[in-house]
């Protein structure tokens, strides 16, 4: 029986790092979290521990930290340094995979900060001769309290669910966009208009499926924002249940709710621009 090493990658996952740059009018707080992932010719280390083609997981870490030195801009840019970096100078290195989830402060003082919601998000991989760059938003929390129905759905022996035509409709938002071009350009005004679109597209459905909410987000999207060729979404269902207030001899007109965490329902699609090449599953 013929056995071989199938695919395979390593690296640093979660380096955190927090930037501050100490401008005399008001500080700024660039707080990350850095995870590289590195694949190339690395079958001798699995197979007869020969380590001379691998560049430490310690050693990406402490590039993202002097890298950092330099100034961090926006992360897609940083990313992208990173990315090159890795492949660039390891020989044995071919592809370099490096995500960034970015938390948001709010200053509210010269040097004082509030935590926002909502986490921006980037992933740039890297094989030597192109980039693919994908931008996103994590933990959005949205929710409608009315304009949103489920009904018509196939239904069997075990099904209990009752139709509505209104209800609550909320999730925690994950959207990942992937650029038409890894070209520099203005990603901050990409990621802040993209992700305007997504809101107002889920706040201005008249929802009669989440999965019709989903299309909706990443149409709109796609629509405003020419410079993207695809749009892949995440949208946990955080149910809220109508609670039955009846042994209390007590109405509820639809204003007193039980908020789940689990179990719930996970709807997860791609909306893709026509002519738009595919990328696979390879970025999300």
Same mark, same amino acid.
């Given at each position: 029986?013929?056995?071989?090493?199938?695919?395979?990658?390593?690296?640093?996952?979660?380096?955190?790092?927090?930037?501050?740059?100490?401008?005399e009018?008001?500080h700024?707080?660039?707080?990350?979290?850095? *995870?590289? /992932?590195?694949? +190339?010719?690395? &079958?001798?280390t699995?197979?007869?521990? $020969?380590?001379?083609? %691998?560049?430490p !997981?310690?050693?990406q870490?402490?590039t993202?930290?002097?890298f950092?030195r330099?100034?961090?801009?926006q992360?897609?840019?940083?990313a992208?340094?990173?990315?090159?970096?890795?492949?660039?100078?390891?020989?044995?290195?071919?592809?370099?995979?490096?995500?960034?989830?970015?938390?948001?402060w709010?200053r509210?003082?010269?040097?004082s900060?509030?935590?926002?919601?909502?986490?921006?998000?980037? *992933?740039? /991989?890297y094989? +030597?001769?192109a &980039?693919?760059?994908?931008?996103?938003? $994590?933990?959005l929390? %949205?929710?409608? !309290?009315?304009?949103?129905?489920?009904?018509?759905?196939?239904?069997?022996?075990?099904?209990?669910?009752?139709?509505?035509?209104?209800?609550?409709?909320?999730?925690?938002v994950?959207?990942?966009?992937?650029?038409?071009?890894?070209?520099?350009?203005?990603?901050?005004?990409?990621?802040r208009?993209?992700?305007?679109?997504?809101?107002e597209?889920?706040?201005?459905t008249?929802?009669?499926?989440?999965?019709? /909410?989903?299309?909706?987000?990443?149409?709109?999207?796609?629509?405003?924002?020419?410079?993207?060729?695809?749009?892949?979404?995440?949208?946990?269902?955080?149910?809220?249940?109508?609670?039955?207030l009846?042994?209390f001899?007590?109405?509820?007109?639809?204003?007193?709710f039980f908020?789940?965490?689990?179990?719930?329902?996970?709807?997860?699609?791609?909306?893709?621009?026509?002519?738009?090449?595919?990328?696979?599953?390879?970025?999300?």
């Amino acid at each position: 029986m013929d056995i071989r090493l199938g695919a395979n990658q390593y690296g640093k996952a979660e380096t955190r790092l927090v930037r501050v740059d100490r401008g005399e009018d008001r500080h700024e707080v660039t707080d990350l979290n850095v *995870t590289t /992932t590195l694949s +190339g010719d690395l &079958a001798a280390t699995h197979l007869t521990g $020969d380590n001379a083609g %691998v560049l430490p !997981t310690d050693t990406q870490k402490n590039t993202v930290y002097a890298f950092a030195r330099d100034g961090v801009g926006q992360i897609e840019s940083f990313a992208s340094r990173l990315a090159r970096h890795f492949v660039d100078t390891t020989p044995t290195i071919h592809r370099a995979r490096v995500r960034i989830e970015q938390y948001s402060w709010e200053r509210v003082a010269h040097h004082s900060f509030i935590r926002n919601s909502g986490t921006r998000t980037t *992933t740039v /991989t890297y094989d +030597g001769t192109a &980039a693919t760059v994908v931008s996103g938003v $994590d933990d959005l929390v %949205v929710m409608n !309290t009315t304009g949103s129905e489920f009904h018509g759905f196939h239904k069997d022996e075990y099904t209990t669910l009752k139709e509505t035509s209104d209800r609550i409709l909320a999730t925690a938002v994950r959207a990942d966009w992937r650029h038409a071009s890894a070209d520099d350009t203005d990603w901050h005004e990409s990621h802040r208009e993209a992700t305007r679109h997504l809101i107002e597209a889920f706040a201005g459905t008249h929802s009669l499926s989440l999965q019709q /909410t989903l299309y909706a987000m990443g149409e709109q999207v796609l629509r405003q924002r020419p410079e993207l060729a695809e749009v892949r979404l995440s949208l946990p269902n955080k149910h809220h249940f109508l609670v039955d207030l009846s042994p209390f001899e007590l109405d509820n007109p639809g204003e007193v709710f039980f908020a789940a965490d689990r179990p719930y329902g996970l709807i997860e699609g791609t909306v893709v621009r026509d002519g738009a090449p595919d990328a696979g599953l390879a970025w999300w």
